[in-house]
T-cell receptor, first 115, second 113 residues
Framework: AQSVTQLGSHVSVSEGALVLLRCNYS??????LFWYVQYPNQGLQLLLK??????LVKGINGFEAEFKKSETSFHLTKPSAHMSDAAEYFC?????????????FGSGTRLQVQP | EPEVTQTPSHQVTQMGQEVILRCVPI?????FYWYRQILGQKVEFLVS????????KSEIFDDQFSVERPDGSNFTLKIRSTKLEDSAMYFC???????????FGPGTRLTVL
């Protein structure tokens, strides 16, 4: 079984400040990890993903995340927040290998960016 | 840029009625999914569909639910007899290849009265 825990349902940062959204996962097999963003009244958009290889992955809009197996974490960061980053962010995990592509999502973190 | 589309955007129905939610996948995508998000809760996996059959389903996906791809383009989710607890946002997602990326549609908000 897999699960995802996102610490902090709401995070508020000032424009230009560091963004750090936390994600820890549980998986009995090597996981694939994802971060999705959801803007109001829109679907989920993939920010970045980790499957294999380099553990530091870069995504769209200046976001990046690092897979740390020893900590079972996949935290999302951005050096400098922009007002347009205000949205809800979801961490998700799926099993690696063939089949079983279902995503298990965390409960989401709503990011507010203060001017 | 190609995108997944879903219709209707909002469906209101009476308890016990059947509803069909429709999704148009991105062409040449092979894997199809339905997820739902009850207000204030997590996005939950319902079912995946590949090669015209269900490849995986969650415990939520009971006999009241069914999926099909009737005309080779639309991908539908049918709820035979809706219950109040079926009220949620339903998302369709499609994927081109193994663990590439699931592209999500904008969702259908289902309200069961």
């Amino acid at each position: 079984a897999q699960s995802v825990t996102q610490l902090g349902s709401h995070v508020s940062v000032s424009e230009g400040a560091l963004v750090l959204l936390r994600c820890n996962y549980s998986s009995s097999v090597p996981p694939y990890l994802f971060w999705y963003v959801q803007y109001p009244n829109q679907g989920l958009q993939l920010l970045l993903k980790y499957t294999t290889g380099a553990t530091l992955v870069k995504g769209i809009n200046g976001f990046e995340a690092e897979f740390k197996k020893s900590e079972t974490s996949f935290h999302l960061t951005k050096p400098s927040a922009h007002m347009s980053d205000a949205a809800e962010y979801f961490c998700a995990v799926s099993r690696s290998g063939t089949g079983r592509r279902a995503l298990t999502f965390g409960s989401g973190t709503r990011l507010q960016v203060q001017p | 840029e190609p995108e997944v589309t879903q219709t209707p955007s909002h469906q209101v129905t009476q308890m016990g009625q059947e509803v069909i939610l429709r999704c148009v996948p991105i062409s040449n995508h092979l894997y199809f999914y339905w997820y739902r998000q009850i207000l204030g809760q997590k996005v939950e996996f319902l079912v995946s569909f590949y090669n015209n059959e269900i490849s995986e389903k969650s415990e939520i996906f009971d006999d009241q639910f069914s999926v099909e791809r009737p005309d080779g383009s639309n991908f539908t989710l049918k709820i035979r007899s809706t219950k109040l607890e079926d009220s949620a946002m339903y998302f369709c997602a499609t994927e081109k290849d193994s663990h590439n990326e699931q592209f999500f549609g904008p969702g259908t908000r289902l309200t069961v009265l």
